[in-house]
């Protein structure tokens, strides 16, 4: 079994920063890909950042140039820095994990989300 808890979010003025942590922790697993989904009130969840264990990195539009995401595989952490913070980037962000475990497999994981307020 693997558990990701994130940390980081919180209240912040338009134009300001915010950097999201998500640990995943456990045993038997090792690490495929690490994302960050977000989802606002009535709307759908939709994918904002994703890194795999090669650094390749993918970025949804309304991001790009704003947001950062790094991942240390050392610690199986996933970082999103979040510059240039807007009004519409608020929502409950979610971190999600792609895994290989022993011995099930391939597995999906995702945390429980952390909210991320932008005040106009």
């Known amino acids: 079994q693997v558990q990701l808890v994130e940390s980081g979010g919180g209240l912040v003025q338009a134009g300001g920063s915010l950097r999201l942590s998500c640990a995943a922790s456990g045993s038997g697993f090792s690490v495929n890909s690490m994302g960050w989904y977000r989802q606002a009130p009535g709307k759908q969840r939709e994918l904002v950042a994703h890194i795999t264990g090669s650094r390749s990195t993918y970025y949804t539009d309304a991001v790009k140039g704003r947001f950062t995401i790094s991942m240390d595989n050392a610690k199986n952490t996933v970082y999103l820095q979040m510059n240039s913070l807007k009004p519409e980037d608020t929502a409950v962000y979610f971190c999600?994990?792609?895994?290989?475990?022993?011995?099930?497999?391939?597995?999906?994981?995702w945390g429980k989300g952390t909210l991320v307020t932008v005040s106009s």
């Open positions: 999600n994990a792609v895994v290989t475990t022993i011995p099930r497999g391939p597995a999906n994981y």
